[in-house]
């Protein structure tokens, strides 16, 4: 994220942008460390959680990228029948509400599950999927497709001119291209899910199989709701940001800054796609492991779908406003940021990964309650919320492509004044459009599936999706939730697919 | 609101919802989640509410028992809520160390299991906790006969979830300072801890455990509403630990005649005989009719089990320790 060398773009919306990130992370975790009193220490309890989140992060987020290497580098060098709607569908697991994946998951390889159903079968012992390993499969599942997405994207990014180049000089294309690509992708794709899984909480304890299991954030959860100790809530809350700031740290010092130049968007072409049959095993595989649990969430939700209370449909249209709203207020927040560049943003990128949702929501809690009635406000913080935390995710996807357009063609366009809003609107727009889609895209779904901080403050009449698939199951109707969740699960694939559509012109 | 007008409510309108009612005046009660959503009591028992008060009965939903005292905290004094309803007695004390809530006043001839003298907190209803298997299934008869067995049970995190809890002081309540051994012993039967009783109980009906920790009420559920009998609820030597449901008025109220109505119309026929049907609990007081059908079919216990607030806010934290501790070998 170079700054280009003359400011070309306005300050304020970046500003602005930043400072929205800046309220809704530290500002909300001042807001609940403002209520505090502190007496508040870290015990025993505490350090073996830290313990087990960071553990669990590091070899969850390091075998998603491991994972998503080869099924990436085969999706960039394969064209089949049916590549794109494959690329949606893979991205499925990580819209999903958690409770959704985790049954699809124990559908698959639970007590009762597929796998454990073929190995009895076949007169071997069963095994559990409880424990340790549990919680890195979901992660892996959950994170696995994000990793895919990301790292795809770094491979589409390299211009087919160098492709030639690399054809013509008959070099490696590994060696010359892909390996410093990664370089740069790899570490930062880490970083992303390393912090997603430092601040899971269901997943980890749901499979975790007991107190084992416990993170940092499951301890902020029982702060907050059980010991209302706030002064403990925000202390640990500080913890998960230093593991944020060190993750970071480490990351950006082995990150590569690419040095190739520019290319002129041209059809990637390539001379190097021999053994196409090992790319084609990489990508059976993946899609077996990601699809089979999805495809049980749609089996288990079929029965119910037929019959789903009105309300729900009422509540679907409240989530897609809400994903649509967030997702164009995301993308907006991710371009200015990318726009303006620099250090600070770089950091302000991975803030709110590292951002506890509970401290958000009892932060943004503290900050509106004097004003005025929560639930009245329910949609648009969460909105707001929502877009904040996909902000990292859509500059990930952004940044790297406007930072290209800025050091390819930043000084042509001082060259001929051509700067601000026509700067962005004639050279910016169009270069980045697929990035942007995708971001959208993200951002839309990942709001549609978010049970956070509408849990705090939603009343009757501003249910969202997720939140009336819970209230479902919270009554007995576990078919209906089912049939929710599908419901879920589609408009978020939906409106996915819709905004990345739109972002993309050829891919 | 039955029909929601979705624009005024995206963009943020606070006003559009009270506009028109503003003569009337509002009786706003605090409770969980589930009690509020269109499938739990409320939508009944504001109907019912409604019809002699001559107000607007307006509920706030917020998450379990457990976050309900979390968001009255959060608000403090400056709360708008009259009533709240959903604490548990795990959660009494720590509410009334608030100092927000005033005497509830009312005489009433419960039909709980125990004697009931809180001055602040009024039941409304009231189960038993159990761990619910399948109808055919060797049933273990006790707690330790369960920790001794090869049965696979899905709890859920005292940490996090209220059932949670009542396991904890259930254990706590029937074996006192060896609570610790006998967690040790069920620790190999217990598959996993759930965030909260959803996903428990969604795991158990998946298959992916032999029983789930939940209510001696929950059979009646699926009996009643599914025609299915196949859900039992263990019942156990050593006795079953209660949960009761209580509802209190807060001190600050602006409506304290409409407050003291409502407590009184708790306890009347009109609110208990929506309970059972919609929370799945017993009736604080047994309606005229009595209980629905189906109700008589339930697994009743020999012996119940409650701490006293006081007593289970006391020993809460060193349970937490013994249980974490027992679980985490």
Redesign the interface.
């Known amino acids: 994220m170079a700054r280009s060398p003359v400011a070309i773009t306005p300050f304020w919306p970046g500003a602005a942008a930043a400072a929205l990130v800046l309220l809704l992370t530290i500002g909300t975790l001042a807001a609940v460390a403002w209520r505090a009193k502190w007496d508040a220490g870290l015990s025993v309890?505490d350090w073996?959680a830290i313990r087990f989140t960071i553990v669990q992060a590091l070899v969850s987020a390091g075998l998603s990228v491991v994972l998503a290497i080869p099924v990436a580098r085969a999706l960039a060098r394969r064209r089949f029948a049916g590549r794109q709607m494959l690329i949606t569908l893979l991205g499925a697991p990580f819209l999903l509400p958690v409770?959704v994946a985790?049954?699809g998951l124990?559908?698959v390889f639970?007590?009762?599950g597929m796998v454990n159903n073929a190995l009895t079968g076949l007169g071997f012992e069963p095994i559990s999927i409880?424990g340790f390993h549990g919680v890195v499969l979901a992660h892996v599942f959950f994170n696995l497709p994000l990793a895919i997405r990301l790292i795809l994207q770094g491979w589409l990014a390299i211009p087919a001119e160098r492709f030639r180049l690399a054809a013509t000089l008959n070099a490696s294309v590994w060696r010359m291209l892909e390996w410093p690509m990664l370089r740069a992708v790899a570490p930062s794709t880490f970083l992303v899910i390393f912090l997603i899984c430092l601040t899971s909480?269901?997943v980890a304890?749901?499979?975790?199989?007991?107190?084992?299991a416990?993170t940092v954030e499951?301890a902020i959860?029982?702060a907050?709701?059980?010991d209302?100790d706030l002064g403990r809530a925000a202390l640990l809350a500080c913890v998960q940001f230093a593991l944020c700031v060190m993750a970071a740290a480490v990351v950006w010092r082995i990150s590569l800054v690419d040095g190739m130049g520019a290319g002129l968007d041209r059809v990637v072409q390539r001379w190097d796609t021999d053994r196409p049959v090992l790319d084609y095993i990489f990508i059976a595989a993946a899609t077996v492991f990601l699809l089979l649990p999805l495809s049980m969430v749609v089996l288990r939700g079929l029965p119910g779908l037929f019959d789903l209370?009105t309300?729900i449909w009422?509540a679907a249209?409240?989530s897609v406003?809400?994903a649509i709203?967030s997702a164009m207020l995301c993308v907006a927040m991710a371009l200015a940021l990318a726009l303006r560049g620099g250090a600070l943003v770089s950091v302000i990128g991975v803030l709110p990964l590292a951002a506890s949702g509970l401290v958000v929501g009892?932060g943004a809690?503290?900050i509106v309650?004097?004003f005025?009635?929560p639930?009245?406000?329910a949609?648009?913080v969460t909105m707001l919320v929502n877009a904040t935390l996909a902000l990292p995710f859509a500059l990930r996807a952004v940044a790297p492509a406007v930072a290209a357009v800025q050091s390819d063609f930043g000084r042509l366009a001082i060259s001929l004044n051509l700067t601000g809003w026509s700067w962005v609107r004639i050279v910016v727009l169009p270069r980045v459009r697929r990035p942007l889609g995708f971001a959208a895209g993200l951002a839309a779904a990942l709001s549609m599936g978010d049970l956070g901080v509408i849990?705090?403050f939603?009343?009757?009449?501003?249910e969202t999706l997720p939140l009336a698939m819970?209230?479902?199951?919270?009554?007995?109707?576990?078919a209906d939730?089912a049939g929710a969740a599908l419901v879920l699960l589609a408009l978020s694939l939906a409106l996915f697919w819709i905004c990345d559509r739109g972002g993309r012109a050829d891919a | 609101m039955k029909t929601p007008t979705y624009l005024p409510a995206v963009a943020g309108l606070a006003l559009c919802a009270t506009g028109a009612l503003a003569e009337t005046p509002v009786l706003q009660v605090m409770t969980y989640d589930s009690f509020v959503s269109e499938w739990g009591p409320g939508p009944s028992v504001e109907a019912a509410f409604e019809e002699t008060c001559a107000c607007d009965l307006q509920f706030v939903g917020t998450g379990d028992g457990a976050a309900l005292l979390a968001r009255l905290q959060l608000e403090g004094p400056r709360t708008d809520a009259d009533i709240v309803l959903g604490l548990d007695t795990n959660l009494t004390a720590a509410a009334r160390e608030t100092g927000l809530f005033a005497p509830h006043g009312v005489e009433v001839d419960l039909s709980l299991p125990i004697a009931w003298t809180d001055p602040e907190f009024l039941p409304f209803d009231w189960g038993y906790f159990a761990f619910v298997g399948n109808e055919g299934d060797a049933a273990p008869t006790s707690l330790r006969a369960l920790a001794e067995s090869d049965v696979q049970v899905v709890i859920q995190d005292p940490r996090s979830s209220t059932p949670g809890l009542g396991l904890l002081m259930w254990v706590k309540a029937a074996y006192g300072d060896e609570a610790d051994a006998v967690w040790a012993d069920l620790a190999d039967n217990i598959v996993t801890v759930t965030p909260g009783w959803s996903e428990a109980y969604g795991m158990f009906l998946d298959g992916e455990a032999d029983a789930v920790l939940s209510y001696t009420t929950s059979p009646a559920y699926h009996l009643i509403a599914e025609d299915d009998a196949s859900k039992v609820a263990w019942r156990f030597d050593e006795g079953h630990y209660m949960q009761v449901e209580v509802a209190g008025k807060l001190a600050a109220t602006d409506q304290p005649e409409l407050a003291d109505q409502f407590l009184a119309f708790m306890v009347s026929d009109a609110f208990q005989s929506i309970i059972p049907t919609t929370n799945w609990m017993y009736p604080a007081v047994t309606p005229a009719e009595g209980l629905p059908e189906g109700f008589e079919t339930l697994m009743t216990p020999e012996k119940s089990l409650l701490l006293s607030p006081e007593d289970a806010a006391a020993k809460r934290d060193a349970a937490l320790d013994e249980w974490r501790a027992a679980l985490s070998q």
Do not use: K
């Open positions: 309890a073996a409770i985790v049954l124990l559908a639970g007590r009762g409880f909480f269901a304890l749901t499979l975790g199989g007991g107190p084992r416990t499951l959860y029982q907050l709701r059980f209302f209370p309300s009422a249209l409240r406003i809400v709203g009892t809690f503290l309650f004097p005025v009635r639930s009245d406000v949609l648009i849990t705090l939603a009343g009757q009449a501003q819970y209230r479902l199951m919270g009554a007995y109707r576990m939730a």
